[in-house]
């Protein structure tokens, strides 16, 4: 398979490194081109450059890692270079936004939007080749528009990957269960680093814990604050839920109540031990 990737950041990078490994012909846009030109060096890409139109004709499949107020305006200023079957996807962490309207600007190709549930802290092509796949989940949200061969072609993409679970659901429930899972955790690992009040002094003590549970807190501020807000009605209600569940264990503490808290803990240790059941 043919296939463009527009924007070689993290994720970007690590879709052509790993399809090149598979066997695919890669090629990629990105509006750096020292970007461009690591990754020729280091054969994660065929061939690239800073302009869409003159890849776009030749592939069979677009796949869009850019931010996600960029990507329509991607697809209305390369509209005309589209063509029947080609199938256009993007990475993107939300989904109700954008994925109507991208539909239809990206006629006559056929648009079903998906979501790599994997990334690290850091960005950029040169850490891409770190960025694992392997035991992470990948989603798939079509619309009512789309076809089965076209959601079985991004599974087929899901497989070549790595990634061990892929499911398909619609853009709402995704935006509902991407804003509990995903970023409701990066704000509450933003806030606990954000509550600290001598960081200077805290660093001599941190354990897994902190370590573990911060790591996400290093975050690409310019993505995440598009994706908190094109997602903000899902993620508020999850923070009030999550302020009341906190809100519960302080009472516990202010009350001395060690059985209110064994039955919390007892309660999520529970809860977690059923997701790691495969």
């Known amino acids: 398979m043919k296939v463009l990737i527009v924007g070689l950041g993290l994720i970007g990078g690590a879709y052509a490194y790993r399809l090149k490994n598979k066997g695919y012909e890669v090629y990629a846009v990105d509006l750096n081109q020292e970007s461009i030109e690591y990754a020729k060096e280091h054969n994660y890409i065929d061939d690239g450059g800073d302009d869409a139109s003159l890849f776009i004709p030749k592939v069979d499949m677009v796949i869009l890692s850019i931010y996600p107020q960029a990507i329509l305006e991607f697809l209305k200023k390369n509209a005309k270079y589209f063509k029947k079957n080609q199938i256009i996807t993007d990475v993107c962490g939300v989904k109700t936004s954008f994925v109507v309207e991208a539909t239809k600007l990206s006629k006559p190709a056929l648009y079903c939007s998906h979501h790599p549930m994997a990334g690290r802290e850091k960005s950029g092509v040169k850490f891409s080749k770190e960025c694992k796949f392997e035991g992470a989940n990948f989603l798939i949200t079509p619309t009512r528009e789309t076809s ?44 606990l680093v954000n509550s600290d009040n001598n960081p200077d002094n805290t660093k001599n003590y941190i354990g897994d814990s902190y370590r573990d549970l911060t790591r996400i807190a290093m975050i690409n501020d310019t993505l995440w604050s598009e994706l908190f807000l094109e997602n903000k009605d899902n993620l508020i209600k999850h923070i009030e839920c999550f302020e009341k569940n906190l809100d519960e264990l302080k009472i516990a503490l202010m009350n001395n109540d060690k059985t209110a808290l064994e039955a919390l803990f007892k309660s999520s240790t529970e809860i977690r031990k059923e997701m790691e059941k495969k």
């Open 148 to 191: 089965y061969q076209t959601v079985e072609k991004l599974r087929a993409l899901g497989t070549d990957l790595g990634f061990k679970r892929i499911t398909a659901m619609d853009i709402y429930e995704h935006d509902k269960m991407i804003g509990f899972t995903s970023q409701l955790a990066h704000a509450i690992a933003v806030s």
